[in-house]
């Protein structure tokens, strides 16, 4: 649904309303580069094979939690695929998260320390990197590399969601041309 702001129409937030994004939990992630392009790599029978550049996508994704050792991160399955990235990552109990509860909605919530602060650390990494890698490489302008603007996510409610979804994951490389 398009709403205006400033007299501007924008997007609604794809995020779930009533969920504090610095909660406990556990999230599948998805992030696709712009208009699909391959930058990540290429699937070969079955496998994928990194860029230089999906390795360091790879690379900042298992530095996450290391970045943030206040959050109480645990890396998930994950998958860098040619034009996408798919993780699940759970945010476990930590002092930002157990703040008093009238502090817990996403009107009163601060803007980091949650899931969405985490993604734009990852993807400002990746894109510093990339500019970088396009410097040294000579990268023509066409092939700049962007993320999409937004990225989908969903809380995983409980053990079955959580192995189908790792699943996925794990199988995503072998189903990559069905």
Do not use: C
């Amino acid at each position: 649904m398009h709403e205006k702001f400033q007299n501007k129409y924008r997007i609604s937030s794809s995020r779930l309303q009533t969920w504090n994004y610095a909660s406990e939990g556990i999230y599948f992630i998805t992030i696709n580069t712009k208009n699909r392009i391959r930058f990540f790599g290429q699937i070969d029978d079955g496998k994928m094979q990194l860029s230089e550049l999906g390795r360091i996508v790879e690379d900042e994704w298992l530095k996450t939690p290391i970045i943030r050792p206040d959050m109480n991160l645990v890396l998930g399955e994950f998958v860098v695929m040619p034009d996408h990235f798919h993780a699940v990552l759970s945010i476990g109990q930590n002092t930002y998260n157990q703040l008093d509860p009238i502090f817990r909605g996403n009107i009163f919530s601060a803007q980091s320390n949650n899931l969405p602060s985490i993604i734009r650390g990852f993807k400002s990494a990746v894109t510093t990197n990339a500019r970088k890698l396009e410097t040294i490489t000579k990268n023509p302008k066409s092939l700049v590399f962007e993320w999409q603007p937004r990225y989908h996510d969903h809380v995983i409610r409980n053990a079955d969601e959580y192995y189908r979804i790792s699943q996925y994951i794990r199988n995503n490389p072998s189903n990559w041309h069905q």
